[in-house]
């Protein structure tokens, strides 16, 4: 980072950082919130009088300082957000949580704390400060922090200093947790939950949207746990926890982590970045719609495809779910030959060949996180274990409780079982059920015996090597189950892309279809790295009170489905479970097929939301209607958006159960079209190049496509 110092006292100093390249670099490798900032500038001042350091970011309209004081500077405490004469702290009291050596927690705010600052120095354009935090003399814990800014970024980096030569304390405590606590102070706190960013939350108040996370390609943590719960009228639990647990021999990881604070009046400034590759396979997954299969016995499945080949739906993504030896969810992962009550290998291969004649992918779907106890190669010591050395649970299924695999020794039963399934039935592509579904701390073995155990990077690595693998054995791209798929993103080619957000301790019970029509994390920050598709499930997209009651049985529920698809930018999808899947797949393929070629390789530039005929940015509707933007209920509900891409291609969604939107054009697109709209008093599907005047959207599931040009396919 290029800086100038320009005056520096024994008493205070200021220094000036020009860091709008070195911010956008540092972005490229990690999760550091980035947006394509105007000329800023940051800057470090120190004020001896109250021994308070700000951390500054000045653009032309606008001062945000985050101010640090040395004075309880132990914790988060000492990190007060101020601008526009607002100030709050958007982690109260955010700090470590130590284990004595008598097995006691104590947080820095616990009865007995006492906390004592031995060094602060500024290093170029970064603040050390190292503490020590003790009670009497039964214990001492010793850490450091790092601080400096990026961009509106407040970069910490904590870490254990270790213990002290010839200290007059002699036991030394351990890491229990590092916190980041609930914000204080706040005016109207609102804990802002966006699609698909499933463990991190987003704090709003007053004009500014704050995140606050660990850097997750970082942490030597165990795990990490999201909250999203009310406090007070100035406080909510909106961030996250990072635990450090025991492995099996009693040991664990010292603390080291790296934390962003980003506090800005837009909301796209406070998203993370992923820092993920692009998909090899993307274009590929671009020009692919999914049928996703479920039907019990292969002549059906081949009758079903053949049915839908002589409709001529072209670029067909088979996955075939339900084929295993067993039965599905049944002695995995033995899973060869194919369950012979079906057919056997014979009957799949039948479906194998007609993919292959007919241009189309087939997978079949693999699971490598789940090892059933009846089968023949269960083997406990291959289950992963808790920090007591328990055996760890995976799926249950009707009939049996599965245990979770070791991370290590996925690829000793992914290897030569997928390779065989490859060699045996011929497919071109892969599914991998679970790993992409849990968030890295979800599959973590604290078995010491095994190599970086109970670590929630050893996760993460795992899953994302195993798309690689899953590729180099089908010669084809890997989908896998979404949910918590921001992580994998780019090292897997596609997920059946479930929505859900980091608010879960009161929206659990409900699928995507409730969810605000909150596109811009998706479509700013994933949409790049491959094409995703559908929004999940039909059956966890439409859930609410019971699983099954809400499943999309019907024309209307395929068409909600389909505008869901065009808003977030995503890929064709249907289901073997669909009302008909026939019908359903030739409304996919004639209507989103042909607008996600379009937009599959174009970036979103324009995105803004419906207000009675106003066009909003996110941040502006969300601030003009905090409380109930995401309130399926309300009519303010967010669920009316433009999308506008660098090629041209615009897309307006209507989602909204309560209105419908009129759009009017005045014939001035010349083009092409694809729309679900109202014409003459009745909806209609069109696609061609007629050029509409007035159009309107109907509820909950229209749409109007528009290309300045013609689709390919």
Known sequence: ?????????SVSFSILLFSNFCNYLSAQNSPIPNSNYNSYRNTVTFNAASESYKFAYTDENKTIVYEYSLRNGSSFNGIKFISDGYEFYPSNYGGVCMTSPDNVNYYLWSEGISKKLLRSQMIRDTLLTEWVVSKG??????????????????????????????????????????????????????????????????????????????????????????????????????????????????????????????VSSEL?????????????YKNESVNRIIYDNWDAGFEKVFNNLSV?????????????????????????????????????????????????????LFSLHENYSDIYPNSSVYNISEVALDPEGNPV?????????????????????????STKINKTLKTSASFIDVLTAKSPSEAVDFDSRENYAGKNNTSLKITNDIGNQLRKIHNGPVSGEGYHHFYYIGYYDDFEAQIQTGKISNQQLTGGYYKPLLVDFDLRKMHDKTMVHGVGYYE?????????????RSRDSSLIYSATELAYGHGAFFSSLSYNPSEQGELEYNYVYPVQTLYGNANAVKILYNDNGNLLTVSQYIKKYPNTFDKFESSDFMSQVLIEYDNGVKVYVNRSPHREWQLNFDNELNGWFDY??????????????????????PKENGWFCYSPFTPSN
């Open 268 to 280: 796209e400034d406070v998203f993370p970045n992923i820092p993920n590759p692009v998909a090899k």
């Open 676 to 697: 679900h709209a109202i014409k003459t008093g009745r909806a209609v599907l069109y696609k061609g190049g007629e050029q509409p005047s007035n159009l309107v959207l």
């Open 308 to 360: 839908i080949r002589n409709e001529n739906i072209n670029n067909l993504w088979l996955i075939v779910h339900d084929w295993q030896n067993a039965g599905y969810d049944n002695k995995l992962p033995e899973v060869l030959p194919a369950n012979p009550l079906y057919g056997g290998n014979e009957a799949l291969l039948r479906v194998s060949n007609l993919c292959s004649t007919s241009g189309y």
């Open 540 to 552: 966890r997209f439409f859930y609410k009170d019971s699983y099954w009651k809400y499943m999309g």
């Open 393 to 417: 649970n995976g799926w249950k299924s009707p009939t049996l409780q599965a245990k979770l695999l070791k991370p290590g020794k996925i690829k000793k039963y992914l290897i030569p079982i």
């Open 1 to 9: 980072m290029i800086f100038k110092l320009l005056k520096i006292f």
């Open 137 to 262: 003399n039964e214990f001492y814990f010793h850490f450091e922090y790092k601080f400096y800014i990026s961009g509106k970024t407040l970069v910490i980096k904590v870490r254990d200093a270790g213990k002290i030569k010839n200290y007059s304390i002699k036991k030394y405590a351990t890491l229990a947790s590092f916190q980041l606590d609930r914000c204080e102070g706040a005016v109207n706190p609102v804990i802002v939950g966006v699609p698909y960013l499933s463990t991190i939350n987003v704090l709003y108040s007053n004009n500014f949207f704050t995140s606050l996370f660990f850097d997750w390609t970082k942490t030597n943590s165990s795990q990490i746990n999201t909250f999203d719960s009310p406090f007070s009228n100035t406080s909510v639990y909106f961030a996250q926890e990072a635990l450090y647990k025991n492995k099996t021999n009693g040991k664990k990881y010292l603390l080291d982590e790296t934390i962003y604070m980003t």
